[in-house]
């Protein structure tokens, strides 16, 4: 039996309460037995510094296992061990009473933390004696560019080095992201077709209908493109890209990762969106209602500073520079308080080069299409329609993917507790993330993109509209 101990820091927080429990639980209800053993034993710590009964960070702890029907003997059992310590992790004086809660050999410390407080927790942990085996887990964004990403790197790897540190993105263990890498490397369908020649767009779309949902103090500095497209959606677009690796372990897979994202560049080959020659755009929502909510305009959000222009759509055209993937633009794009949120990545293919004379009928162009909630493929193709013989139209031939038990955070709980790197972000990747996005925030601080205006519930900015 391991006897390990997960401190969570900031365990008051939407991110535990809402993905980290849950995720547990989810192991616990749906994972193998691998997963049981890695839990069996576990001293949960949750510490922030509000103060919280005992009892209550373990009401939190069980309701959370209850969401996801996490029961029996293990669940009490984590349940009736949780610890809560009330500390600030930013005082070094804070840190023997955390240690004290520790059980067992195996420390796994979850900085469930705002971004600006887990550089100053890292620089304490230098000084505190940590158990030998400790492994850290960092929650995105990973510094807020690359200088910052490589300070945070070099202060982590002083406290414990690079193969225990976990950068946190939970989009890797996403069942799309898996589903991804299974469509292309484990079927000889799709493979063949990957590639510039047969591809003429990739789009990686996350849209949302949620608008800030109170969470300015956080938002409001990050904006959708640090938020999302400059984390989560380049890890998947590095999974669109990357060749083939030899293993899906630590070492390959994250090896292809980063030469994917290595050739990543901002698209410099003209126009990709209508309307301007800039590879980006970003607008920022005002009132409107998503479904049966209204919303208010995002800068009458409390605490929202309007001055600071931070977007809350964001598109960006990225071009990756290999002989499988030169000339075929990537956009991504992430939005809240959309209307009918799309959630998917695209591949256009290109037309074919000769339709038999006297077809008639629509010539849209096929496209593979992986959706991310729920798990999905639908691949639009051009089929035989119509009354005539040889009409043709185009077909939507859609599917279900297999669902996971567990969820995206018990995929990254999975990965803690086993000190599995595999599904998260290797420091130089964290670097080079920034690297990408950098010249598109230089562009926007300088105003050389406008910041347009979209109705919330409306598909964004009219003059986007296709
Ligand atoms: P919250 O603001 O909800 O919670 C932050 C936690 O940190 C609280 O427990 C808070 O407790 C503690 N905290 C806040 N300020 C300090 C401070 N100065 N010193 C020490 N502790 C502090 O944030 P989230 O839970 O939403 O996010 C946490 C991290 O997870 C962030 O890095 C975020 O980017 C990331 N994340 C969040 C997601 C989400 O959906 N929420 C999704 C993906 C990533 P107290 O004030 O009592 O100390």
């Not at 942990?125 to 945070?152: M, N, W």
């Not at 560049?265 to 920022?284: C, I, L, M």
């Amino acid at each position: 039996m391991t006897k390990a101990t997960l401190l969570i820091l900031g365990a008051t927080g939407d991110l535990t309460k809402r993905l980290l429990l849950p995720g547990i639980g989810s192991l616990i209800a749906g994972g193998e037995q691998g997963d049981l053993d890695l839990l069996d034993g576990l001293t949960l710590v949750g510490s922030a510094r509000s103060e919280m009964d005992e009892d209550d960070w373990r009401g939190l702890v069980r309701s959370a296992f209850e969401d996801v029907d996490a029961s029996g003997d293990l669940a009490e059992a984590i349940v009736g061990n949780a610890v809560y310590v009330q500390a600030d992790p930013s005082r070094p004086d804070d840190w023997p009473a955390l240690l004290e809660a520790v059980e067992g050999e195996e420390l796994v410390i979850y900085f469930a933390l705002p971004p600006a407080v887990i550089s100053k927790v890292a620089d304490v942990l230098k000084d505190v004696d940590l158990p030998e085996q400790t492994v850290l887990a960092v929650e995105k964004p990973f510094g807020s560019d690359a200088e910052s990403a490589a300070r945070l790197n070099e202060v982590l790897r002083a406290v414990v080095p690079e193969e225990r540190i976990h950068r946190v993105d939970h989009f890797l263990g996403h069942r799309a992201t898996l589903g991804m890498l299974a469509l292309r490397f484990d079927n000889r369908l799709f493979d063949p077709i990957w590639n510039a020649d047969d591809v003429q767009r990739v789009e990686i779309v996350y849209d949302e209908q949620l608008g800030l949902e109170g969470r300015a103090g956080y938002y409001d500095t990050a904006g959708a493109l640090r938020d999302m497209l400059q984390s989560h959606l380049l890890q998947v677009l590095a999974v669109v890209a990357t060749e083939a690796p030899a293993t899906v372990d630590p070492v390959d897979l994250r090896d292809a990762i980063a030469a994917a994202l290595r050739a990543t560049r901002v698209w410099e080959h003209g126009p990709v969106f209508p309307n301007t020659d800039a590879p980006s755009r970003r607008a920022r929502y005002t009132a409107g209602d998503v479904g049966d909510r209204h919303l208010p305009a995002y800068t009458d959000e409390e605490g929202v500073d309007p001055d600071r222009n931070t977007e809350t759509l964001a598109e960006i055209a990225l071009e990756v520079r290999t002989a499988r993937w030169a000339g075929v633009p990537f956009v991504l794009r992430s939005g809240k308080a959309i209307g009918a949120p799309r959630d998917e990545i695209v591949l256009t293919v290109r037309p074919v080069r000769h339709r038999p004379d006297g077809q008639t009928g629509e010539g849209e162009p096929e496209r593979i299409v992986l959706g991310f909630k729920p798990p999905r493929l639908r691949l639009q193709l051009t089929a035989a329609g119509g009354s005539m013989p040889f009409g043709l139209e185009p077909e939507d031939v859609t599917g279900a993917l297999p669902k996971s038990a567990v969820t995206e955070y018990g995929e990254v709980i999975r990965g803690v507790l086993g000190n599995d790197p595999t599904l998260s972000v290797r420091g130089d990747v964290a670097e080079q993330c920034w690297r990408i996005v950098q010249p598109i925030l230089d562009a926007w601080a300088k105003d050389e993109v406008p910041l347009e205006e979209y109705a919330a519930g409306s598909a964004g900015p009219d003059s986007w509209q296709p």
